[in-house]
């Protein structure tokens, strides 16, 4: 798709730029467990070191080894049993004198005779080759479950990692914010501080009412204590981004403003409609549980096929009866469950019932994840009108600003109203950022919701 340069942002980013120079400058001095990110750096280390993300990569090894374990059941088994067995005691056969009759030359046998069978000690060995037959249909169904599972999760192996990638950009974003916003409660606090001593001023000559230095007093701590707010916020937002980045908690980060690059075109509204239920991760996954449903459904059903099972075994024994000392043994094995106090037909009936709750959450998920698409255009289109707007305040900050500062210059303005217009300013960059931010951001989202990647 064409690329097109971001909202500008050229304004708050400028300003931004400074203020993180400086605070890059006093952090190097003050804590040397600091890193310099780039927004694209950064997504590239959350997607090497973050623990959600290696969960769902382990989540795809082990649906790989479930289906290859569902394959194997395929092949013949081939397993050999040997065994020593100690007898206590054997019966043997007992022929008496003459019981075979008499001939010219005496009885038959002459004697009685005790024949052995076999010895006490016996030594056995076998190995036999199983093939399943008719498991066979019962098998496939269950490789086609595992696969299932396999592209489910390679889904959300896919869709974590989108995931967290547009977790990185909010929380990214929302320290930029945050550290224009402090800038703009100190510029605040400055005005505030200003006022005070003017008010105080006033009210020493007489000028102003006692309560005038109360009013502003209670302003400038109003001013400080949403300064402490925003440093509180600034400290939560760069530890979730340490966690989401896999570095130790509490290190400090240096967050590149000018590190943007340039962002695809969306998709209009109806083709992004069109193509969210062939793209949505959401979609997908709940398609690959229908799968999954229709597979155990089947392997229920191919529970009332008898089990024939191929064999073939070579055997050696020493101390057995009537048996070679090397021997082979072919044939079938016919297994069939007569009655299991309807065990099967249950299991069938429930499987059944989860196929119908599987296509029921895919048709509610399409409804979801469609209400989500359209009402994240609306957020954007939204965004994109606060946009100009804060764009059309800022150029009136700093007409604003302008004025003020050139009636200070000829003593027709107090030093008050040029602190408050600076810190208008201030945060009027502020707010512009937070806007282009939060756009950029809702336009993110709809690429994750169409399981691309946040740019």
Known sequence: MASVVPVALVSPILLLAQQSNAAAASEHLSNAASVDLTLSSAVEMALAHNRHIMLAHLAVTDSMSQKRLAESRFYPIIKNQSAVLHITELEGVRIPAGAL??????????ETLNIGQGALTSYTSGTELAQPITQIFKIRAGV?????????????????????AFLVHKLYYGILVEQLRGAAAKDAVDAATVVEQEAKHGVNEGKLLADAELVSRTDLLDKQQAALASHLNLDDLTLQLDDALGLPLGTQ???????????SILPTRAD??????????????????VEKAKADVAAARDEYIPELTGVARYSYQ??????????????????????????REAKLQDARIKLTMAQTQLK??????????????????????????????????EESFRIQSERAKVDAQLASGVAAANAALTSAHMNLLNSQLNLSLARNNIRRLLGERPE
């Open 144 to 164: 086609k479950a595992a696969d299932a599972e396999l592209n489910s999760a390679h889904i959300q192996s896919d869709d974590a990692e989108n995931g967290v």
């Open 318 to 343: 020493s101390g057995l009866p009537f048996l070679a000392h090397n021997f082979g043994t072919f044939g079938a094995i016919f297994t069939y469950t007569l009655f299991d106090g309807g065990g």
């Open 364 to 397: 509610q998920t399409e409804a979801d994840v469609s209400i989500e698409l359209s009402s994240a255009y609306d957020k954007t289109e939204q965004l994109d009108q606060l946009v100009r707007v804060t764009t059309q305040a800022l150029e009136a900050r």
């Open 253 to 263: 980060l240096i967050l590149d403003p000018n590190s943007f690059g340039a962002s």
């Open 272 to 289: 992004a409609i069109a193509l969210l239920l062939n793209k949505s991760p959401a979609v997908l996954s709940a398609r690959q549980t």
């Open 101 to 110: 009759g008499e001939t010219s030359s005496g009885f038959l046998p002459a």
